[in-house]
């Protein structure tokens, strides 16, 4: 995906571009020190992804979003949180509050893949992920994940062959994979149901792996998993 920095300060301008030149799927385009350059720029080329500074001299960004007829995706960068409702309420993709981290942006760029999916249906459905990983940017196909389990702020992600450990919530990773294909068991596991070998009572088997089922989940996790696919004798 193709990015356009727009900020006033180089110190924010460079640390945003270390974060796109360190993520496989984006390709640092250019970078620009105002607003009014940006209007010029997006005339003649164009672009998947803007990280947009609110508070520039001359224009702000919040009015660039105004004077361009078919902006961009547009992440809002800024220190000031007072300018995050008036952000989306320009239907912007997310805001990061200066300083943020580098999972804190690659949150907000997989929001971007989200909501360019929705932009442009029919789409093939989203195959993989990026997430972090023992520093590294791992790309994970959504296929080979078997289940996800909490590890206080962290999360497992077990495939087919790996394992990974990363810092993002269950919550988070929930609304980045498609709700036909995984389920919720427990408030510390999330499976994908293509990977059920066995159920037995209140446990679940994902290969070898027993995993629990909660109470209050067994009915809709037990629908889910058989439908009306049980074959039993008449």
Known sequence: MKCLIVDDE???RKGLEDFVNQTPFLEHIASLSSAIEAVEFLKQNVIDIMFLDIQMPDMTGIDLMKV??????????????????????????DFLLKPFSYS???KAVNK????DDRENKPKTEKSHIFIKSDGM????????ITF?????????????????????????IEEELPKDKFIRVHRYYFIGLGHVRKLEGNLIYIGDTKIKISRTLRH???????????????
């Not at 809709?220 to 008449?234: A, C, M, P």
Request: negative net charge.
């Open 10 to 12: 180089p110190l924010a």
């Open 68 to 93: 361009i007829s078919d902006p961009p995706m547009v992440i809002f960068t800024t220190a000031h949180r007072e300018f995050a409702l008036d952000g989306f309420d320009l239907n912007v993709v």
């Open 104 to 106: 804190r942006f690659l």
């Open 112 to 115: 971007t893949i989200v909501a």
């Open 137 to 144: 940017i791992v790309k994970v196909f959504i296929d080979d």
């Open 148 to 172: 996800i389990e909490t590890a206080n702020d962290y999360i497992y992600i077990n495939t087919l062959n790996d394992r990974y450990l990363t810092l993002v919530s269950l919550k988070h």
């Open 220 to 234: 809709q996790v037990y629908k889910s998993i058989i439908g009306n696919k049980l074959i039993e004798r008449s």
